[in-house]
Every structure is written in C-alpha cells, then in structure tokens.
C-alpha cells in the first residue's frame, strides 16, 4: 500500500518537475481565465481502484477545462487538464473535494500544462459559504454577560 503512495506521488512530481524544467524562456505564462472541473488526480487515473492519497500532499487536485479565455477574450485552444501551482492563493482549490465547477484567473504556462492561481471563484472550498448551514453567526448577542439569545 505504501508503494503504491509513494508510487503516485514520485509520478506526480516527476510530471510537474519535467514540466517546469521543460518551460522555455518564452513561456512567461498568459494572463487568463479558465473555468473547469476541480478533478482529483487519482481518482481520474486509478478510476474505482486508486489508491488512497497521502494526506501529505492534500488531494493532488488537477483542473478539467472547459473553457480557456485570455486577458482580451480569445479562446486558448488545446488544454484539456491543468495543473494547479501550491501557491497560497490556490489552497482552496487543492483541497477542494473533486467534481466541483469554478472559474480561475490566473497565469497560463501552456507549455507546462500548469496554472498559477491568482484568484478562484465558484464552488471550490464552498468559498461562497454554499455549506453554511446554521444560523449560528447571524444569532444576535443582546444580554449583559454577550451570550447569544437562542
């Protein structure tokens, strides 16, 4: 079992690794936004037997496109998966549970097939509060001692 784990995530640097050392100079990444499907790596590769991910590494998310736009509007054509840079901007959408929609302004490095994330909307880390089922927050403090009043 721990084979298999260490297996995965030397094939998931391995990837990101080649891919960074690959970038040519020219590559200084595009200003974009990209709305897909928040994926979780294996998952997509190991289907109903993957192996369970170390929770070192969080999920090992990847972004399915669905649609690329630059700074000006223009399609970006022949991405079909991203991987997503662990900066802290993109925490959220790391450890976010897979299948979810949202849309990502960030760097292209189209080359590397890697995202910079810069700022991510839509349901990734239910950022938008979807999951905020109580009303806990909105209960009003009224007596002397600041308890809340239920």
Do not use: R, Y
């Not at 690959?22 to 192996?51: E, I, M």
């Not at 991987?83 to 959408?93: G, K």
């Amino acid at each position: 079992m721990k084979t298999w784990k260490l297996t995965i995530a030397m094939l998931v640097v391995a990837l990101v690794a080649t891919a960074a050392f690959n970038a040519t100079a020219d590559d200084k990444g595009v200003a974009v936004t990209v709305t897909g499907d928040c994926v979780n790596l294996l998952k997509a590769v190991g289907g109903d037997n993957a192996p369970e991910g170390d929770s070192t590494f969080g999920a090992l998310n990847v972004l399915q496109v669905k649609e690329i736009a630059d700074a000006d509007g223009n399609a970006v054509e022949g991405v079909k998966v991203l991987h997503i840079l662990p900066t802290a901007s993109a925490s959220e959408l790391l450890s976010a549970d897979g299948g979810k929609t949202v849309t990502v302004k960030g760097l292209l490095f189209k080359e590397c097939l890697t995202l910079q994330v810069n700022e991510v909307t839509g349901d990734a880390g239910d950022a938008d509060g979807a999951d905020d089922f109580d009303d806990w927050d909105e209960i009003g403090i009224t007596t002397m001692s600041q308890q809340a009043i239920i």
